[in-house]
């Protein structure tokens, strides 16, 4: 009888990411707007704030994660170096090294040996960057798609309390953004929970938890420099 097997790992880690740039945009420019808002202002600079919000979070997301995986990227592509030099220079080293890897792995010495050789044959770098090094021969990092995708989510994150902010008067602004704010993050847990086969309650409870803690001390901030001010 065959069985069919849901791997989810392999859509974990674009999945996290995509999350983390939603849940950045709807708590930091939530957050702001209430902040700001909580500082008696008017509407107009409620939402010139929001905006302002946008744009520097989905810049420093997207340069952050751009440095971060360029230098990822840079790592990879050294290793790689490294690793073709070294075959290039001594190939039975190479493959013996890549034969004990196997071995580890449970195979008979013999027939790892015989793998070893085979996979050398047909595509030797390849078979080291998988094997030995953990990556695939073109690396894994992509700084550029990284770095939209991560500027991308947290957009569309900061624009759902931003069209709240907009559409809604200024003196009942801070419940409508705070508490939709918090259905859009019990959302984003749920999906992202769900996505990863984690439990629903425990992946919504989480993010709204710290989205709601971070509105209630911006607002906090925000009246205190309103009454100051
Ligand atoms: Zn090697």
Redesign the pocket.
């Known amino acids: 009888m065959s069985h069919e097997e849901i791997h989810r790992s392999h859509r974990v880690g674009w999945l996290r990411a995509a999350v983390l740039g939603a849940n950045d945009g709807i708590v930091s420019t939530a957050s702001l707007i209430i902040g700001v808002a909580a500082a008696n202002t008017t509407h107009d600079s409620v939402l010139l704030a929001g905006v302002a919000g946008l744009v520097a979070g989905a810049m420093s997301m997207a340069a952050g994660e751009y440095v971060s995986v360029s230098s990822q990227s840079d790592t990879e592509n050294a290793d790689l170096a490294l690793?073709k030099k070294?075959?290039d220079e001594d190939f039975e080293f190479?493959k013996d090294?890549?034969a004990k890897i196997y071995e580890k792995r449970g195979v008979k010495p013999s027939l790892a040996q015989k793998v070893a050789e085979q996979l050398m044959e047909h595509d030797a770098l390849g078979a080291?960057a998988r094997d030995?090094?953990g990556i695939s021969e073109n690396g894994n990092a992509r700084p550029v798609q990284a770095a939209l995708a991560s500027a991308g989510t947290f957009t569309i994150g900061a624009a759902l309390p931003l069209v709240v902010a907009w559409v809604v008067p200024v003196d009942s602004l801070i419940p409508y953004v705070a508490v939709s704010s918090l259905i859009f993050l019990a959302l984003l847990g749920s999906i992202a929970a769900r996505a990863g086969g984690a439990p629903i309650a425990v992946g919504a409870t989480r993010v709204t938890f710290w989205g709601a803690l971070a509105m209630a001390l911006t607002a906090g901030v925000g009246q205190i420099f309103g009454v100051v001010a």
């Open positions: 690793e070294s075959i190479e090294e890549l080291h030995e090094i």
